[in-house]
């Protein structure tokens, strides 16, 4: 039996909430409306739309350091235009096609890192990113024929092949919506509202993110517990909202990224 001292507990319990102390927390001006992840450069990218002044504009930081590399990044279309895909630390933004539709239709590339703006090409549309890089087609041609293409140049590989150009996996998990009576009691500190919980088990954590009900309007919480039952994090996402929000968080590799009040984002490692 191995005996452990208070000192060497503390310690211990110690080490574990640093861990948990975000090493992102990043406030926005304006909501967040989209995040991409780039696997090979562990960069986080974000989509920022703010609705009052119709601008909107691209932020990416370094998961790894917390580095900002750019923020407040434009482009000469202030409202029509956002994240498409994010590739080989590249960042690849569309166009839409017309305000009032959803199709997209054209492409700028821009360095994950610099900013730098490495091409553009507005007759291109994406259709899809593989495991070799996006594939589109031209939006003026029909039948609509798929190729591949280079994201630093935007020139053509070759024509797309289902079978070598598979999806690419984006390594991000998102949790269930579950029915609080499947949850242990130990990690539902609240009554949720409507009886669901949004909850993920990873490695010796258990995170559940729920609503409550005050004065009539609800608040979303996000809570990590171990295994115990024992709270490590707790932090309130969004307050004083009319309807139950979506799921609040993702992990990707041992991270927690989650937005707070739409327009923060933290990264927690776990």
């Known amino acids: 039996m191995v005996k452990i001292n208070s000192f060497d507990f503390n310690k211990h319990l110690c080490k574990i909430m640093i861990t948990l102390l975000p090493i992102i927390h990043k406030n926005y001006q304006a909501p967040i409306w989209r995040m991409e992840i780039d696997n090979s450069t562990q960069t986080l990218f974000l989509e920022i739309r703010d609705h009052a002044n119709k601008q909107v504009s691209f932020s990416a930081l370094s998961l790894q350091t917390g580095q900002v590399y ?30 009032t539709g959803p199709v997209h239709k054209g492409l700028t590339a821009i360095v994950g890192i610099s900013a730098q703006n490495l091409w553009s090409n507005f007759t291109l549309a994406f259709d899809q990113l593989s495991v070799n ?18 994201i630093k140049t935007g020139s053509t590989i070759r024509p797309f092949e289902p079978v070598l150009d598979m999806p690419l996996y984006n390594q991000i998990s998102s949790p269930e919506m579950l029915p609080a009576n499947q949850i242990d009691r130990k990690y539902l500190p609240q009554q949720p509202y409507a009886n669901v919980v949004h909850y993920i088990s990873y490695n010796s954590f258990r995170i559940v993110s729920l609503h409550t009900l005050l004065q009539e309007q609800l608040i979303q919480h996000l809570y990590i517990f171990d295994e115990s039952g024992n709270t490590l994090y707790h932090d309130l996402l969004n307050t004083a909202i009319q309807k139950m929000q ?18 923060a984002v933290i990264v927690l490692n776990l």
Request: charged content about 20%; hydrophobic content about 35%; overall charge negative.
């Open 70 to 99: 750019f923020e407040n990044l434009t482009t000469p279309e202030r409202w029509l235009t956002g994240i498409e895909a994010v590739y080989d630390g590249v960042l690849l933004l569309h166009n839409y096609q017309s305000e």
């Open 133 to 150: 890089g996006p594939v589109v087609y031209n939006s003026q041609l029909q039948p609509k024929r798929l190729t591949l293409i280079d």
């Open 246 to 263: 979506p799921e609040a968080f993702v992990l990707h590799n041992n991270q927690l990224i989650y937005l707070k009040d739409r327009s």
